[in-house]
């Protein structure tokens, strides 16, 4: 059996709790795209934890945790990430990492800041993890996968024919100072001794496990609209962020994926630049910022402020129909408890016309918010773990978002821990 939890918004929407509470009934769990870019924040017995690249279920003791080979694994990062999970006190974490997993080269990380840099006032946003020269690298044939690393002479004569046409950039659009070739040499032969218990072929295992009947989650990175086929376009990540991608990212038979679930938060934010339709401004973006999330809506790599709006349905539902979700949660309730007045946004309004349907990037610029506007529940609902129980003013923003995102809702949640849920 194996489930899929997406996103489906432009990421943070609360998947790393429904993903961590999943995992307690998974026997693996896998990342099947992305790198460390974004951040999940789960909170369980072991405290608050911050994960960049590890699989949610990196907490279970019977969960075996796969980085599968869509992934960019960055392997300092890895190492650090498992070290921390280790001193938290969680007892011999169980990981894998894909031999075909590409590794993110620190080269990658120094192209994202000098692009960035190039770029000035039009850049990405980029978190600079490397993530877009990474996946650049991949598809141009330069990358370097992980079972590359332990043939000697293979990697020399690579990394010598690849630092060609590196060093030419550097040299000649950055000015930067040029790839030593036997530094880097030594470089990956310290990542490969680093990686090397954790690398097998994941595949062959993860296709064997299902067929043992075993319970397989697929755990997404960002979400539906930054996925660079159906998302805005260039504002998106570098890998795909549908679960779709799950079937080549970890290697599972498209037919397998059983269950679908796209995560969606009660209101909107986002990072970075972008057409972001439902957005608030100051104050009442500051307040909502402040009650949004465990401790404020700030990036969980970066610590940047996320950018604030309103419920986007019209979003949603886009979002979670590219997902081909067969059913969503809603996360993060309670956080809209403050409010006198809670507004959804339903519509966009682009050159005098009101559309229900996404648009692509360029269009999407013009959009204006069409708002719906509900009385708020000004009431603590923290606590509460029955649908009924709610107050009817929280059950009918419910139910509205279900019909409007045409998924039905299945789960709701009312505060960061785990046990902060409501099932439908
Ligand atoms: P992800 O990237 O989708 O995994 O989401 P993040 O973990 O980056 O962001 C979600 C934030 O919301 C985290 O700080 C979570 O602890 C928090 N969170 C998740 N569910 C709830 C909820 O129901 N209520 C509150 N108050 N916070 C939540
Ligand atoms: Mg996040």
Redesign the pocket.
């Known amino acids: 059996m194996v489930r899929a939890i997406v ?1 489906a918004n432009w ?7 429904i ?1 961590d509470l999943l995992a307690t009934s998974s026997d693996v769990i896998i990342r099947f795209q992305g790198g460390a870019n ?6 369980n017995e072991y405290g608050k934890l911050s994960l960049h690249l590890m699989p949610s279920g990196i907490c279970s003791p019977n969960t075996v945790n796969i980085i599968g080979n869509g992934v960019a694994l960055d392997i300092n990062k890895f190492v650090d990430e498992l070290n921390s999970i280790k001193e938290k006190g969680v007892p011999d974490p169980q990981v894998m990492v894909s031999e075909r997993a590409q590794i993110v080269m620190p080269y990658h990380v120094l192209f994202d800041e000098y692009e960035e840099e190039r770029l000035g006032d039009k850049k990405f946003g980029s978190t600079k993890s490397g993530i877009a020269p990474f996946y650049s690298d991949k598809y141009a044939k330069i990358g370097f996968q992980v079972c590359e690393l332990y043939d000697d002479e293979y990697l020399k004569e690579k990394i010598k024919n690849v630092c060609e046409v590196k060093n030419l950039i550097l040299e000649h659009i950055y000015n930067k100072p040029l790839i030593d070739t036997d530094e880097l040499f030594n470089t990956l032969v310290e990542y490969r001794e680093l990686i090397r218990p954790y690398v097998a072929d994941t595949t062959t295992y993860v296709r064997q496990a299902i067929k043992d009947g075993k319970k397989v989650l697929l755990e997404g ?3 539906s609209l930054r996925d660079p086929d159906a998302g805005i376009y260039p504002m998106t990540t570098s890998s795909s962020t549908l679960a779709g991608y799950g079937t080549v990212g970890a290697g599972i038979p498209p037919y397998e994926i059983n269950e679908i679930i796209a ?1 969606t ?1 009660s209101y909107s934010s986002c990072v970075g630049t972008g057409a972001f339709v439902s957005e608030i401004f100051g104050e009442e973006a500051h307040q909502m910022r402040e009650n ?4 404020g ?1 700030y990036g ?1 790599t970066t610590g940047r402020p996320r950018r604030m709006g309103w419920f986007d349905c019209v979003a949603t539902r886009y979002g979670c129909a590219c997902q081909g979700a067969t059913q969503a949660v809603l ?5 809209l408890s403050y409010l006198d007045e809670i507004k959804v946004c339903v519509g966009y309004e682009i050159d005098g016309e009101v559309t229900r349907d996404f648009p692509v990037t360029p269009k999407l610029e013009k959009a204006k918010p069409v708002l719906k506007t509900f009385k708020g529940w000004k009431t603590d609902i923290r606590g509460i773990r029955e649908f009924d129980k709610l107050p009817v003013e929280t059950q009918e923003y419910i139910k509205f978002i279900e019909k409007e995102i045409e998924v039905p809702i299945k789960m709701v ?4 821990k785990r046990e ?2 409501i099932l439908r």
């Open positions: 996103g990421g943070d929407e609360g998947k790393g709790k993903t974004a951040g999940h924040t789960i909170i990175q960002l979400g995560v938060k949004g999330g465990d401790a809506e969980a996360t993060a309730l309670d956080c949640t009312n505060g960061p902060e849920i």
